[in-house]
């Protein structure tokens, strides 16, 4: 006797008929082929969104010692260099994410200049993020990350995106300044620790108490960076694609990836099209259809400007 069926039931059902053909498999349920067949495919083809690892992180490294006959401007090569530069310590967290990540070096690390041992932790999150985001990450961050990363014979991350807040904002806004400390006392975002110069000559002295402190400045800004991030979230053109990293399927946010989108705003215009645009009603980030809204024939009968 044929019985109804349905996709939680194919899906209860699947670890019974594991290895079996669509024939067995119908029989054994009391259907038909073609709906066994079809129902199958919806369930192999429905993924849930998986989680887009978007990756907050700072650094601070210690000061070069160089030698050198005046303090005024002048030209500095590279053997007046009398000790390089390390990495003392960094701190990360998932996007939304409760634990936040970090090392330091130990106080014999330290006036060993020997930042090994740390640079493992970040390595191994980098390789596992698909976007990065630090303040400065472009210029300063990621490139100070990579030397050491090369230096200790670590190997190149695998691909991940970078998101660098500094260059937004400069890119957007035109803040008196566009610290980070700044953007977040003016935005009213939560603030990093206050410190100074000393903090950083005392852990290159191997100081234990001034390394935990520079350990709890670390963390601070990436409580900071987070805040910014999402705050300036909205305004960011040419971000990582959220939707498509979580594999998301429908029309979804291009920055965030919610599917909350309001399609009533005016269209995007290019010198050639326009194209249908959308709000996202969760981060607020505005995004387009990838296809134009004008027709074949309104395209075939319309001029451009020269481009010079």
Known sequence: MSISI????????????????????????????????????????HVEPKEAKILLF???TAPMEIWSWGIRDQYLGHFQIKEEWFVISWAAKWLFGDEIMFDCVTP???????DMRVLKGIHDLFEEANV?????????????????FI????FKPS???????????QKHFAASSHKLDHLTKTFGLSQKEETNFQLWVDCCEGSQTQLDRMMSYNISDVNALEGLYLFLRPWMTSHPNVAMLRGI????????GSTEL?????????PSGSFRAARCMDCGAICRSRFSAVTKEERASSLVSVAR
Request: glycine letters at 4%; proline letters at 2%.
């Open 159 to 169: 691909p991940y995106s970078v998101i660098d807040t500094l260059k937004q904002a």
């Open 151 to 154: 230096t200790h014979g670590y």
């Open 6 to 45: 349905n996709k939680a039931m194919i899906a209860r059902k699947l670890s019974d008929v594991e290895g079996k053909t669509v024939a067995e498999i119908s029989k054994i349920m009391g259907v038909k082929a073609e709906t066994v067949t079809r129902y199958l495919r919806e369930i192999r083809d």
């Open 262 to 270: 309001d399609w009533s705003i005016k269209n995007y215009p290019t």
């Open 58 to 60: 700072d650094v601070e």
């Open 108 to 114: 014999a690390e330290s006036l060993a200049k020997n």
């Open 249 to 256: 399927k429908e029309n979804a946010c291009a920055n965030c």
């Open 132 to 148: 990065v985001v630090a303040h400065n990450a472009a210029r300063f961050d990621v490139r100070k990350l990579n030397y050491r």
